[in-house]
């Protein structure tokens, strides 16, 4: 625990109800509240900063039932996991519709339930899908790369988040993918 994050000058219409954050590299955090049709702007001391609305090609009603997965940030850009349509939007960190990367299935480099994502070495986009039980993999262009998993395996089984780093093992070098249900 390294301590509270006060926030203050939010607006008065802005409820901070955060079921999701990411961080850049400037230390800013990006929150999402509950009411998924946004985007909050967060400094290191607490200072709001601003907005940018999100999911803006979904009608209301679909903006506030559409379930998101827990978002990432890397260079420049917020990944953001829309679970029920099997998906990734990417924004830049203004708020600019991207890309979506994936589409909707049960099959081989389709996404049925993507919950987190991570992105490796600025160039592969890793997915965790909770119920496909696979690790998907993109370029950050939305190309599908591969996949591994599924419920032989029993390793990813309804996993909910994500983490991607790289390790330095004694005579290689690697990326360790670690999933995990809270």
């Known amino acids: 625990y390294i301590g ?7 607006a008065d219409t802005v409820q901070p109800d ?3 954050i990411a961080i850049d590299e400037h230390d800013i955090l990006y929150a999402l509240p509950a009411s998924n049709n946004r985007i909050l702007k967060i400094d290191a001391q607490g200072q709001y900063l601003g907005e940018f609305a999100i999911l803006m090609d ?12 827990a978002p990432r940030i890397d260079s420049g850009l917020l990944y953001l996991p829309v679970a029920v349509f099997g998906v990734i939007y990417v924004y830049d960190l203004e708020g600019g519709f ?20 991570d992105v490796v070495d600025q160039s592969i ?10 690790i998907i993999c993109f370029s950050t262009e939305g190309r599908f790369l591969g996949e591994f998993g599924g419920t032989k ?9 994500l983490s ?19």
């Open 58 to 69: 979904l009608g209301e009603k679909d903006r506030r039932e559409v379930v998101l997965g």
């Open 18 to 20: 955060i079921d999701h």
């Open 125 to 134: 986009v890793v997915v965790v899908d909770k119920h496909r039980y696979f």
């Open 4 to 10: 509270r994050l006060e926030l203050s000058s939010l």
């Open 153 to 161: 395996d029993g390793f990813f089984k309804e996993q909910e988040k």
């Open 164 to 182: 991607v780093k790289k390790k330095d093992f004694s005579e290689s070098k690697g990326t360790e993918v670690v999933a995990w249900k809270i």
């Open 98 to 117: 991207v890309r979506s990367i994936g589409t909707q299935g049960n099959n081989a480099g389709e996404l049925n339930f993507p919950s987190a994502v």
